[in-house]
Nanobody, 121 residues
Framework: QLQASGGGLVQAGGSLRLSCAAS????????VGWFRQAPGKEREFVST????????FYANSVKGRFTISRDIAKNTVYLQVNNLKDEDAAVYYC????????????????WGQGTLVTVSS
């Protein structure tokens, strides 16, 4: 089970840290990805991290602004989002996959419930 948190209202240019906490001892055997979905738009890939945390992959739209990391001991994956733009506003979802790097949602087996990021101009 995955639980995403950390969303909120932030001004453009601001930062947030999203967390994806997992229950179960097998979490470390999965790569974890973040997706987002804005109102009226399709869910899009944001970033993913390998099982060990040694490899990461980002969508071009967030590269250089977002950083994904994982704390294996805490069974948690983080997404640090900096320099937020209006177009970053969305519900952010974390998901677990046996593949890396997986950039399409159908490659993910388990999903969290989402956390809302709102950006004010």
């Amino acid at each position: 089970q995955l639980q995403a948190s950390g969303g909120g209202l932030v001004q453009a240019g601001g930062s947030l840290r999203l967390s994806c906490a997992a229950s179960g001892r097998t979490f470390s055997t999965y790569a974890v990805g973040w997706f987002r979905q804005a109102p009226g738009k399709e869910r899009e890939f944001v970033s993913t991290i390998s099982r060990t945390g040694g490899f990461t992959f980002y969508a071009n739209s967030v590269k250089g602004r977002f950083t994904i990391s994982r704390d294996i001991a805490k069974n948690t994956v983080y997404l640090q989002v900096n320099n937020l733009k209006d177009e970053d506003a969305a519900v952010y979802y974390c998901a677990a996959s046996t593949s890396f790097p997986a950039t399409i949602s159908t490659r993910y087996n388990y999903w969290g419930q989402g956390t809302l990021v709102t950006v004010s101009s």
